[in-house]
């Protein structure tokens, strides 16, 4: 869910074509083939390592809401930092930029963690990341498990049963729930069941999602025993026809994921104020994406389903019906463009 958090509110000075101008922010990024891996020379205070928090969360693209102004302030730069550090890594493992160097970048990555982890962050991120560990208290073992899950996502490109796939996204997808939960200072292990949930069914959307990409870049997050089950091969994936055997396989695989949501749901009313509408909407998109998904009658190969203006517009008043007496709609509708 990490990815799925924080749109920061700052305004960047903008390029001609109205993106984030990185050479103008302090502390921006400039254009080195290592972005993101290598950072403009510091020192770094608290105030400049922020601002290449907020930078990066700027310069990320998410479906979802991300630093909206529903997130209490105090802990908007905690949340970028957490963001940065994963969404960078996620990068490292996935974008064409690094394509021959992942390894090396997430080693390097986990390089700065361990730094960050004993006093000696130097990369803005881990300075921004090293306050929020303190602060919040958090624990360690999540960032490790999320860098654990993008090496693997780097090696390994084939699952051949869910279980096995639920154990991937135990470390690549669980960890950001939980770290999200920590940081607005939830501990119970019922909510973080809950969170684990949930967290899970918005990586196997994104999955969903992207079989067409993924599969261009030869990894396949269906099931092995499922493809097998439905009568579908590597070679009708690849070749992105929506056969009947694969709209099934894809059906399949949507109401399961739906059940996964619903699971998770009872997280939604457990949590305060501070999170609980940034949990809704983040849910209600997930399960949206769901429908544009059924509503295209299973084909994920010929279009990519996505979230439009009227999907969020749909998805806001679903939201101010669950928690009308939390909501200030004139501030979503601003928030969402709406």
């Known amino acids: 869910m990490i ?9 960047f000075p903008r390029t001609r074509a109205g993106t984030p101008d990185l050479q103008t922010v302090p502390g921006g990024l400039g254009a080195s083939p290592r972005r993101w891996l290598d950072a403009p020379p510091g020192p770094y205070s608290i105030e400049r390592a922020d601002a290449y928090c907020e930078t990066f969360a700027r310069a990320h693209h998410e479906a979802f809401p991300v630093a909206s102004r529903f997130v209490p302030t105090e802990l908007r730069p905690h949340l970028l930092s957490v963001y940065a550090f994963a969404r960078a890594a996620d990068d490292f493992a996935d974008e064409p930029e690094y394509e021959g160097h992942r390894i090396e970048a997430l080693d390097a990555w986990e390089n700065h963690l361990n730094r960050c982890l004993h006093g000696e962050a130097s990369h803005p991120v881990f300075v921004a990341l090293a306050r929020t560990i303190e602060a919040r208290d958090l624990s360690t073992p999540p960032f ?7 090496r693997s996502d780097v090696e390994i490109t084939r699952y051949p049963t869910f279980a096995r796939l639920r154990g991937y996204t135990s470390h690549a997808a669980e960890p950001v729930g ?42 396949i997050y269906l099931p092995g025993e499922d493809l097998h089950y439905f009568g579908v091969t590597e070679a009708d994936v690849k070749a992105l026809r929506p056969t009947e055997p694969l709209r099934d396989l ?19 009313r457990n949590v305060g104020k501070d999170l609980r509408l940034e949990l809704t909407i983040i849910w209600l998109l997930g399960m949206a994406i769901l429908d544009k998904i059924e509503a295209a009658d299973y084909d994920v190969f010929t279009r990519r389903p996505v979230i439009r203006k009227r999907d969020r517009a749909l998805v806001l008043a679903r939201a101010a019906r669950q928690w009308a007496m939390d909501l200030d709609l004139s501030s979503l509708r601003h928030l969402w463009g709406v």
Do not use: C, K
């Open 3 to 11: 990815r799925e958090l924080l749109r920061g509110s700052i305004e």
């Open 178 to 219: 939980r770290l999200l939960l920590a940081l607005f200072g939830y501990r119970d292990p019922m909510l973080i069941q809950y969170a684990d949930e949930i967290s899970t069914a918005l990586q196997l959307t994104n999955f969903w999602q992207d079989v067409a990409a993924d599969a261009a870049r030869d990894h």
């Open 144 to 150: 490790e498990q999320l860098l654990s899950a993008f």
């Open 250 to 268: 894809i059906r399949y695989q949507v109401a399961r994921t739906r059940a996964i949501y619903q699971h998770g749901r009872p997280l939604l």
